[in-house]
């Protein structure tokens, strides 16, 4: 299996190594709002959280008797020290943040499935278009700048070089932010960068870039604590309800939706939402992909020891 590779084509794992358990939510019932369970979520304001945009905007939500409140992302570690401490109900992360902090013993769980990489997604390596750099071997000895190490990005294009024999230890992978790495590759202190939407579109702006390669398969879900998953079940099967709900009207007509939702939400114009790649929006969990990664992780040397990917995700109905 390609992991994180082509089948045709927001966030460090490694910090959360260090978090601490904070003192723990406490055992209050969660707040109502006009007779609906109120619901902290953190997500970026970018196309990965479309699903939830919308299934607000359509009142998916409250017909599951909820009211979402949107609090804005961090990185991975305090991400997931704000699900632990119960400051935050649930949060959209990336799998290889997941996966370190449920390795380390630290009491998370899968809320609901998120986002994959597929080709129309296009994240993946880029380059300038005159760089010498054709496919993914041409990148050894060379800087690959990704948001941040033991992320979705480098780990991605480790598991490329290990699929096609090759020692991945010969790329210096670089951490830089995703809004710097256009002119750190203009100025040639990088080779290539990891880029996703939107980003992406304002890099495609301001360089002439190509792709390499595209990143598939599991790259973002929705993480909760346990202790909420276990004292809340119904809000947690009512969160994956309505976002089925969103999903659906996303795959009916995806730029679509994107166009109405995305400037309504963030900072995005409508021109940029109107083109921009969307990523693969999931309402099944796949084990069989998630296991990849953790072996993935394990192979690389980002996990001491593996796990069944199916321990992360049970159902609640």
């Given amino acids: ?11 460090g794992a490694a910090a959360l190594m260090t978090i601490t358990l904070a003192a723990c939510g406490g055992d209050d019932e969660p707040e109502t709002v006009d007779g609906r369970t109120k619901v902290t979520v953190s997500i970026p304001p970018v196309g990965d959280s479309l699903p939830v945009y919308q299934a607000i905007s359509k009142g998916y939500f409250a017909d599951e008797d909820l009211e979402v409140e949107l609090t804005p992302a961090a990185n991975g570690a305090t ?11 649930l949060a959209l992360v990336s799998y290889p943040s997941l ?12 809320a609901a499935p998120g986002i994959a990489g597929v080709e ?7 380059v300038l278009a005159g760089s010498d750099v054709k496919s993914p071997e041409d990148m050894i000895g060379k800087r690959f700048a ?7 990005g480098d780990i991605w294009f480790r598991g490329v070089l290990l699929e096609e024999g ?11 932010p995703q809004a710097n790495m256009a002119s750190a590759l203009e100025a040639g202190d990088v080779d290539g960068i990891f880029q996703t939407e939107p980003t992406l579109s304002a890099t495609r702006a301001a360089l002439d870039v190509r792709p390499i390669d595209f990143q598939e398969g599991p790259q973002g879900l929705f993480a909760t604590s346990q202790k909420f998953l276990d004292e809340n079940p119904e809000v947690i099967e009512g969160f994956r309800a309505a976002m089925a709900r969103a999903v659906e009207d996303i795959d009916a007509d995806p730029h679509g939706v994107a166009e109405a939702m995305m400037p309504e939400y963030t900072e995005m114009d409508v021109a940029i939402a109107k083109k921009m ?24 040397g980002l996990l001491e020891e593996g796990f069944d990917a199916s321990e992360l995700y049970r159902e609640v109905s």
């Fill in 1 to 11: 299996m390609k992991l994180y590779a082509r089948r045709a084509g927001a966030l």
């Fill in 79 to 89: 991400t997931i020290n704000a699900l632990v401490s119960g400051s935050t109900d």
């Fill in 99 to 110: 996966i370190t902090a449920y390795a380390s013993d630290l009491p998370v769980t899968i």
């Fill in 120 to 126: 129309d997604y296009q994240a993946g390596l880029y």
């Fill in 146 to 152: 990704t948001p941040s190490l033991g992320s979705v």
């Fill in 166 to 176: 090759l020692d991945y230890d010969g790329v210096e992978f670089v951490e830089i």
């Fill in 277 to 300: 790649g969307l990523p693969d929006f999931e309402t099944e969990y796949d084990a069989e992909g998630v296991q990849a990664v953790v072996d993935l992780m394990g192979e690389v």
